[in-house]
């Protein structure tokens, strides 16, 4: 067994669920709610890597499955953004940022030859960058929307003003939902010093240098602010143009 690796147990079972018990007692304690969807979310998590981890070895043996697997992971991410936002039905748009940040700039870095053209190193990057890209669209849209309900004053006043109705929606949306970018800003700045991220560890565990290591984890925090700037600008002129809208808000329309 790999010394680096999780010994997988009846010891990491207690471990995982205690961790759980811990999470939900104190968003009692802190009346935070959420508890049923932190324990839904753990759940979740086991059942899906347990079967990931049993089909990842017939999916990475050809392109052909490689890719279907990473429409898979658009298709969730986009309805994972999608219901965040708003409803299913609204919220479709919430597709577009996440493929127009994630496609373009990971087929650029593999074409590069930054990485290895072999599908046991695209998908976990492509994971990454889809990842990012719906993380910045869920927190981008939710903001800019709120902010379009709450400020639904100062809109109109710019409308009054003479702007546009997308130029008025920008002016109050866009400096809120540019926001969802301070997380990857934040571990971009701090990596190495706070942190270190899953792809330093795992170039580490697989046997690869320090250097290469190093140079993986740079590569995709980079990649990750590129594709995540790409999935904000592109969901708050969703917003802006009334694309991407509550079925009870009307300020963006």
Known sequence: MNDGAVSVGPILAVVLA?????????????????????????????????????????????????AAFIAVMLAVAAFT??????TLRLGWPAALPIAAGAVPLGAAVVAAGTTPLATVAVLPLAGILIGGAMTATSLSGRRALDELRDRRGE?????????????????????????????????????????????????????????????????????????????????????AAGTLRRATSAASS
């Open 18 to 66: 205690g961790l759980v018990v811990v999470a939900v007692a104190v968003a009692w304690a802190g009346g935070l709610g959420l508890r049923r969807d932190l324990v839904t979310a753990s759940l979740r998590a086991v059942v899906q890597l347990a079967a990931v981890s049993l089909i990842i070895t017939a999916v990475l043996r050809s392109w052909w499955t490689t």
């Open 81 to 86: 953004s999608a219901r965040r936002i708003t």
């Open 155 to 239: 809109y109109e006043a710019a409308l009054a003003l003479g702007f546009l109705p997308r130029e008025a929606a920008l002016e109050v949306c866009r400096p809120t939902a540019a926001t969802a970018l301070v997380p990857a800003l934040d571990q971009t700045r701090t990596v190495g010093l706070v942190s270190l991220p899953g792809a330093f560890i795992g170039v580490l565990l697989g046997g690869g240098s320090a250097l290469q290591a190093g140079a993986t984890q740079l590569l995709v925090l980079i990649a990750l602010l590129a594709v995540e700037a790409i999935a904000v600008a592109v969901t708050v002129e969703l917003v």
